[in-house]
């Protein structure tokens, strides 16, 4: 049923628009189905906030900020230690 209503659609409508509307429609149709794939593969993905608390603080015994401070630290000695050395 659902193909013969495509056919009967083809026929009617897209057989009669000129080429470049008929290119139109099918890149609209493509980035429809587009939207859609990535709206299931969100809906299989888990949220954010359905796992948050889960984890005990500190999680590996560091505090987050003197993590996120210590490894900019390290990161800019990293680069200073790349400036000074001469090609």
């Not at 984890?55 to 680069?79: F, I, K, M, N």
Request: net charge negative; hydrophobic share 30%; glycine share 4%.
């Amino acid at each position: 049923m659902a193909s013969e209503r495509v056919e009967e659609i083809y026929e009617q409508v897209v057989k009669s628009l000129p080429a470049a509307e008929q290119i139109r429609l099918v890149e609209k149709i493509a980035h429809n189905l587009a939207d859609v794939r990535v709206g299931e593969e969100r809906h299989d993905r888990r949220s954010w906030r359905e796992i948050r608390g889960i984890v005990r603080y500190p999680l590996c015994g560091e505090d987050a900020q003197e993590w996120v401070s210590r490894t900019r630290r390290e990161a800019d000695e990293h680069r200073e230690k790349q400036w000074r050395r001469e090609p």
